[in-house]
């Protein structure tokens, strides 16, 4: 499929080989994948709590990319961006929505920051769903030219199920990679250029690799990374994070 590609190591260095992210968003993209993980830590004994591959670095590359104006769909999958956004979760009890559902409530939400014509996006953060219904939500995003980033867990089972949508995957572990590609795709949507599906994959090789080591090594090679710097963000968000997850738990 002509739309339809996957981003690397050495597309992600940025064009000539040269970094377009500034030190002072490398360093946000740190902060927040460290409370991601320190949260993950947290909640991952939850039963409720899902644990899919692309959850921290996937939600930190995307919400570095976000205005206060736009909408993040609440599902599962959504959970650590809701926090990133609001400081607090969402009640564990909460009857959740299909996944249809949570692709179609996004495209509305995109439906309307288009007629607002305010420049905001919508963004979902979701799993594959049921064919002829993704293709049809997507086929209406696209030809609306919708402000909207589909976030999905994996590579598709079926190349025609997104139709005119252009899927970008990437490597679900690696925050930089899916801030350049998240980045992209919104300014994209902001100007009008309509939606993007983006697959956070298990890259080959790097199935089991961690997110946040993984961005310690590129933001050391850069000189950008202490230590002692991790350990007193440590400090600084333990106890908000303590209180967050158990806030959750008694809903």
């Known amino acids: ?26 360093r946000e993209l740190y902060i927040n994948l460290l409370q991601c993980t320190m949260l993950d830590e947290r909640l991952r004994i939850e039963p409720w ?8 670095a996937s939600t930190t590359g995307v919400a570095a990319c976000l ?10 999958r959504g ?21 249809i559902a949570q692709l179609a409530t996004a495209t509305g939400d995109a439906l ?4 607002e014509k305010q420049g905001n996006i919508a963004v979902v ?3 594959s769903g049921e064919s002829a219904q ?5 086929t209406t995003a696209a030809s609306q030219s919708l402000p909207v980033l589909y976030v999905l867990e994996g590579r598709a089972a079926l190349a025609d199920v997104f139709e005119d949508v252009p899927v970008i995957g990437v490597d679900g572990a690696d925050a930089v990679a899916v801030y350049r590609v998240a980045h992209e795709s919104i300014r994209r949507a902001r100007e009008g250029g309509g939606p993007t599906i983006m697959e956070c994959i298990a890259w080959p090789g790097n199935a089991q690799q961690d997110p946040l080591a993984k961005l310690e090594d590129y933001l050391t090679g850069k000189d950008l990374f202490r230590r002692h710097w991790k350990q007193q963000l440590r400090e600084k968000y333990s106890l908000e994070l303590d209180k967050a997850a158990a806030a959750v738990r008694l809903n």
């Open 1 to 26: 499929m002509k739309n339809k590609k996957t981003i690397g190591a050495a597309q992600v260095a940025g064009r000539n080989g040269f970094s377009l992210i500034s030190s002072e968003k490398f």
């Open 49 to 56: 709590y899902e644990q899919w591959p692309g959850r921290k």
């Open 67 to 76: 205005h206060s104006g736009d909408s993040v769909m609440s599902t599962p």
């Open 79 to 99: 959970l650590l961006a809701h926090y990133l956004r609001t400081g607090s979760l969402r009640p564990a009890c909460e009857p959740e929505p299909t996944t």
């Open 112 to 115: 309307r920051h288009k007629l």
């Open 125 to 127: 953060f979701a799993a």
């Open 134 to 138: 993704m293709r049809e939500i997507f």
